[in-house]
């Protein structure tokens, strides 16, 4: 995605260049501090990155209202380059996003299409229905974005809303570059019937169900559950 980003953008003079950097900073696993940062091998800063998502919550903090009103009203060359923008309800834009559409805003920002955020959310879309656009997107290839760009949409998509997992949740087949939202993710051991792992699940992704089942097998005052697989 760093080599994406060197041709989209956002660049410095954008209004969505600074949130993107907010963004990337509350990216999970959460960094680790300078220090580590300074010994870190590329090796153990690429596997981060092959694990990295993003918390809905803390997207939406960083987001905040005169945040997306800036975003959506850049007036850089790009932004403006890119799409001919014709908003005659400029406020009702900012408050549609603002209330339902910020896990788009910052999938968009991180690909450099913010200004494409009116179109996705004229045609009724937002946080609550982001694989219905993907498949539009496939569907349709909007004129304007490049052909490998659904499936650029999608790997953003695997960051910013890794699934969600309740009790029963049937088998799914996961995109190959599926993220997860694990934290604290540690190998227990390896033997002659797989490897074993301990992990907690983000609070923003674990479903009530879970903390119900958990709630029953732990003496745990936090929110936090950890497992075993
Ligand atoms: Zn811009």
Redo the contacts with the bound molecule.
């Keep these: 995605m760093d080599i994406y980003r060197t041709f989209h953008g956002?660049f410095p003079?954008?209004?969505?260049y600074e949130p993107l950097l907010a963004i990337y900073r509350t990216a999970l696993p959460a960094l680790p501090d300078t220090q580590e940062l300074e010994d870190a091998s590329v090796e153990k800063l690429q596997e981060r990155d092959s694990k990295m998502f993003f918390s809905r919550t803390e997207i939406r903090k960083v987001l905040e209202e005169n945040v997306v009103r800036d975003v959506l009203s850049?007036?850089?060359n790009?932004?403006n380059d890119r799409l001919e923008r014709n908003i005659s309800e400029y406020e009702v834009l900012v408050r549609y996003v603002f209330n339902r559409a910020r896990i788009l805003l910052a999938i968009l920002i991180y690909l450099g299409h913010?200004?494409w955020t009116n179109v996705f959310t004229n045609g009724g879309y937002g946080d609550e229905n982001l694989d219905g656009l993907l498949s539009y997107i496939q569907n349709h290839s909007p004129a304007g974005l490049s052909p490998g760009f659904a499936r650029t949409f999608q790997s953003a998509l695997n960051l910013f809303r890794p699934p969600i997992f309740a009790m029963g949740t049937p088998r799914f087949n996961y995109d190959e570059h599926q993220r997860f939202p694990y934290i604290n993710d540690e190998l227990c051991g390896v033997g002659s019937s797989g490897t074993v792992r301990r992990f907690e699940i983000h609070d923003d992704y674990l479903d009530k169900s879970l903390i119900e089942v958990a709630s029953k097998y732990t003496q745990s005052e936090g929110s936090s559950v950890s497992f075993l697989i």
Excluded: V
């Design positions: 956002p003079g954008c209004a969505s850049c007036g850089c790009r932004c913010a200004s």
